[in-house]
Each structure stands twice: as C-alpha cells, then as structure tokens.
C-alpha cells in the first residue's frame, strides 16, 4: 500500500482558496490514481474528485464542479486538490486516497487513505 500524508487544512472565509497536498511514499505514485473525499461532522464521507495515473482527465463532484481542480505531480509524488470560492458547506474533513486498479468515485474501492485535513469555512 501506498502511504499518505494530507496537509494545507486550516480555517478561512468563504470565498477564500486553498490548497491541500497529499503527500505519497512507498510506492511508484504514478502507479496510483488519487481520489479526495471528505466528511463532514453527522455525514458520510462524500467524494470530491478523482484523477487517473497519468493526470488526465480528472472528474469532480457536482457540487465543487468549476471551483475545485486536482492535478498531481508524479515526480514528487504529490496530489492537490486546489479549492476556490470557498463555502460554509465546504466545511469539512479532507482525505486523500489512492489505488493502483479504481479511478472512480466509491470511496470503499480505494485501498489506502491519508489521515485527513480539517478545512474550515467561516466568517
């Protein structure tokens, strides 16, 4: 399994951008397709986004569809997930996640998971 590590949560103002990392190790991350979930107190966790191995092509919830972009970059075995027009509902914990065969958006298919970020939208 491949480990990660997220980072970048913190609290902002709605309408404000942020940036998460998620950070691989021991595996050849280029071998992984990257998903980012997130949970909010009193829901299930809810997909954000994936992207494929290569980077293309990534896919978005609707909700954050024109707001957020996920790229990666292979060769410092990294993945964002930059946020923009931040909201309250935006609030939440942020996981990434990774797997060397699933690209899509059920989160029970992905083998391994980061600890989480909390992002925190509020005036």
């Known amino acids: 399994q491949v480990r990660l590590v997220e980072s970048g949560g913190g609290l902002v103002q709605p309408g404000d951008s942020l940036r998460l990392s998620c950070a691989a190790s021991?595996?050849?991350?280029?071998?992984?397709?990257v998903g980012w979930f997130r949970q909010a107190p009193g829901k299930e966790r809810e997909f954000v986004g994936t992207?494929?191995?290569?980077?293309?092509?990534?896919m978005y919830a609707d909700s954050v569809k024109g707001r957020f972009t996920i790229s990666r970059d292979n060769a410092k075995n990294t993945a964002y997930l930059q946020m923009k027009s931040l909201k309250p509902e935006d609030t939440a914990v942020y996981y990434c996640a990774a797997d060397a065969h699933y690209a899509g958006r059920h989160a029970i298919e992905f083998g391994s998971w980061g600890q989480g970020t909390q992002v925190t939208v509020s005036s």
């Open positions: 992207i494929s191995w290569s980077g293309h092509s990534p």
């Open positions: 021991g595996r050849t991350f280029s071998d992984y397709a």
